[in-house]
C-alpha cells in the first residue's frame, strides 16, 4: 500500500486541481457582490441518514483556500448521522467560504455515500471473520478520496493502484502463457527491480487454484466468479497457505453466503461505482 505520505500528495493534487477547475481567475459571483473585507459563517447541514465523511478532507480544503479560516467541528468522520445534524461550523472571510463551498460539498456528499454503502456491508459481515474490500473501480482524478471513505466506513483497501501490489489477472494470465509462466516472469521482474511487491494471483477455476498453490510466493488468491460450492473447495485446497478473496458481482443478497465459505476477504466495484451521493448543504448562518 502507497505510504501516508504518497497518500498526502494525492489529496494536495485533488484540492488544488480541483479549486483550478471550479474558481479559474476567480470568483467572479462573490467578488462582485461580497467586499473583501466582509466576514461570515456557515454551518454544514445534513439532510439525510447515513455514515458521515469528509469532515477531516473538508477542513484541508478551506485550508487551502484560506488558512484564516477557522472550522468547529461537532461530528467527526465515521459518525451516524440524520437529517438535521450540523457536522461543524467554519468562519472567517465570506469570499473564502464560498470559493471552498462546492469542493466541500461535492467531496463529502460522495465520500459519506461510499462510507454508508461500505458500513452497510460490513455489518453483513458480522461475525464472519471477513473483511470487505475495495477496488480500482474508482472515480478517475480522486481515487485517494473515495478509498479514504471506505476506510471510515470500516471497509478495507485493496491495492492503491498499479505500481502498490502486483496482481495477475485473466489477461496477464493468457498473455504471459499461463499462471505458472506468470508467476515465474513475475517473480524474476521483481528480484531484478529490486521490489518488494505482494502478489495476488486470480483463478477461475478449481484447476487454477490447484496450479498457483504449486508455485511459492503467492499472497493471496482471487477466487474469482465461484459458486458457493466451489467457493468453499477453493478454501479448503488453499489452508493457510496464502490468503483468500472471493469477487465477481457479490451483493448484498450473496456477500453474507460468500464469506460463510470461510474466504478473508471480499472486493466490491459496488462500494464506490454504485452509490447515491448523501444529501449535504453549507448555509449561512
Known sequence: MISKDAFQRELDLIIANAIREDVGD????????????????????VKDEGIIAGIEFAKQVFAYVDKGLEVETLIEDGSQVQNGDIAFYVSGS???????????L??????????????????????????ILD???????IRALEKWAVKIGGGENHRFALYDMIMLKDNHIDFAGGITQAIEKTQNYLKATGRDLKIIVEARDLNEIKEILRSDGVYRILIDNFNYEDTRTAVDLIGNTCLTESSGGINEETIRQY???????????ALTHSVYNMDLSLKAV
Open 135 to 141: 477496488t480500482r473501480k474508482t472515480t478517475p482524478g
Open 106 to 131: 461535492n467531496a463529502m456528499q460522495r465520500m459519506s455515500a461510499i462510507a454508508t454503502k461500505t458500513n452497510f456491508f460490513v455489518k453483513l459481515l458480522e461475525g464472519t471473520g471477513t473483511k
Open 259 to 269: 464469506a460463510e465459505c470461510g474466504v478473508d476477504y471480499i472486493s466490491s466495484g
Open 26 to 45: 476567480g470568483d467572479h459571483s462573490s467578488l462582485a457582490c461580497i467586499p473583501d473585507f466582509a466576514r461570515g459563517k456557515a454551518k454544514l447541514l
Open 94 to 104: 465570506s469570499q473564502s467560504i464560498l470559493k471552498a463551498e462546492r469542493l466541500v
